[in-house]
């Protein structure tokens, strides 16, 4: 059998070949040490690519160096303050492997040690992708960027392809097979765009086809914002967009239905973009021709929103949080059949206190501001996130407690975050 051309390049230093495989059968040797007899025989734990346990222990390029920003086709992504420096070394696979082990997801996603063991192959690929992806040094990770990358995006990419595997094996060979529509539904400031960001960028580089929408993508026209207003004068959570009734249903359902059938090769649609900026902030549908194009077959589409999942209340319930939720709550009741019916599997990012979307929102003006771009004052953030907070008060404890309407609690992973967005538990 020939040597994988990916490991000829470390079979050149004979020193990190070493180095390499006593990590690599130090690992081995303490998974196997700590498996059941029955599960020794049956699974090769000294099998996933050897060229993964290397690839950790190498320098990494030059495209780890840098910025850490990156581009998620909605312009540039600052993912900086993501990531806080703290210094810390991984210093091998099996420090990487006990770190894995250690995150708060495990539980949750049902992920014991000899599973990640088993499938540490793609751990690692997975952190080197987020690294080129992030610019970040592989061999030089803060404590919290290991904790961002290993506890949270990766688990969660692992995750959503159980979820696709599952998804696919519904159909017979040879049947056309509809992407896996997976909702991740997060308050604003929450890191729902970064990951999304993350979670594309690895369905790309593990072979899946992937869209990402947003529900801002389907906001109403600036005319037709502008109507909405004036039918709603004095109602501040309509005043602006946001809230519900101020996106354009039809268009949501016609575009979700669309994407839905890319099921060919050859088959192209142009994913709808809105710019915040246009009309002083006011914002506006993007011109088609800036549009992203897919093509065809789909694998996922990610789609992620505030307000996904959010159910309609009794009015007394709505009132008695904001009388002016009332025809919010009423325009609710038609957001199932355009966005939520069409989500198979769900993420929700579970946050402590709905206060915190002014603070996260505030730091990003900040950064803004401080990178010499426009950005709210911050009297102008806090008038920007009061329009928000009485749908979270009105709808989140429900969305926790019930999940979203029609889901299957099997397909459905919750990720609490605390107020610097680390994930703190899964339930």
């Known amino acids: 059998m020939g040597i994988p051309r990916g490991c000829r390049f470390y079979l050149r230093s004979p020193e990190l070949l070493l180095v390499g495989l006593v990590v690599f059968v130090f690992l081995s040797s303490y998974v196997s040490s700590s498996c059941s007899p029955e599960h020794r025989e049956t699974s090769d734990l000294r099998a996933p690519s050897l060229f993964n346990y290397l690839l950790l222990c190498s320098r990494g390029p030059s495209w780890l160096q840098g910025d850490s920003t990156g581009r998620a086709g909605r312009g540039l992504v600052k993912v900086q303050s993501t990531f806080p420096k703290t210094a810390a070394l991984v210093s091998s696979v099996f420090d990487l492997y006990e770190f894995i082990c250690a995150g708060p997801l495990m539980q949750k996603l049902g992920y014991s040690h000899e599973m990640v063991a088993e499938r540490i192959d793609e751990w690692v690929e997975s952190g080197v992708y987020l690294c080129r992806l992030f610019k970040l040094n592989d061999l030089m990770l803060t404590v919290p960027q290991k904790a961002r990358l290993y506890h949270y995006y990766i688990p969660v990419f692992l995750w959503c392809e159980d979820q696709v595997e599952r998804h696919r094996s519904a159909y017979k ?13 997060a308050p604003q400031g929450s890191g729902k765009t970064t990951l999304v960001f993350a979670l594309d960028f690895l369905f790309r580089r593990t072979g899946r086809n992937s869209a ?13 914002q502008a109507k909405l207003r004036s039918q709603n004068s004095g109602n501040s959570l309509l005043e602006f967009r946001g809230n519900a009734g101020s996106h354009d249903l039809p268009f949501s359902i016609e575009t ?44 996922v589409i990610l789609f992620e929103g505030w307000m996904l999942g959010f159910k309609p209340l009794p009015n007394e319930a709505v009132k008695a949080v904001d009388p002016q939720l009332e025809v919010v709550n009423k325009n609710l009741g038609a957001y199932y059949d355009a966005w939520d019916k069409f989500i198979k599997s769900w993420i929700i990012i579970k946050i402590q206190d709905p206060s915190c979307v002014y603070q996260w929102r505030l730091e990003a003006e900040v950064a ?35 999940g979203p309407k029609g889901m299957d609690p099997d397909r459905l992973l919750v990720v609490e975050v605390d107020n610097e967005r680390n994930p703190i538990a899964g339930s």
């Open 212 to 224: 990402t929408l947003s529900i801002d993508d389907f906001y109403l026209t600036a005319d037709d």
């Open 368 to 402: 803004m501001r401080e990178d010499g771009k426009p950005g709210m004052s911050d009297e102008e953030v806090l008038d920007f996130v009061s329009r928000y907070l009485p749908a979270y008060k009105a709808y989140l404890p429900t969305l926790y407690s019930e």
């Open 173 to 185: 060979e040879g049947e056309e097979i509809p992407p896996l529509v997976i909702g991740v539904s």
């Open 256 to 299: 979700l239905a669309a994407l839905s059938k890319l099921t060919k090769e050859g088959d192209k649609f142009k994913l709808p973009r809105y710019n915040k900026s246009a009309h002083g902030g006011r914002g506006d549908r993007a011109d088609p021709s800036t549009w992203p194009e897919v093509e065809g077959p789909l694998a």
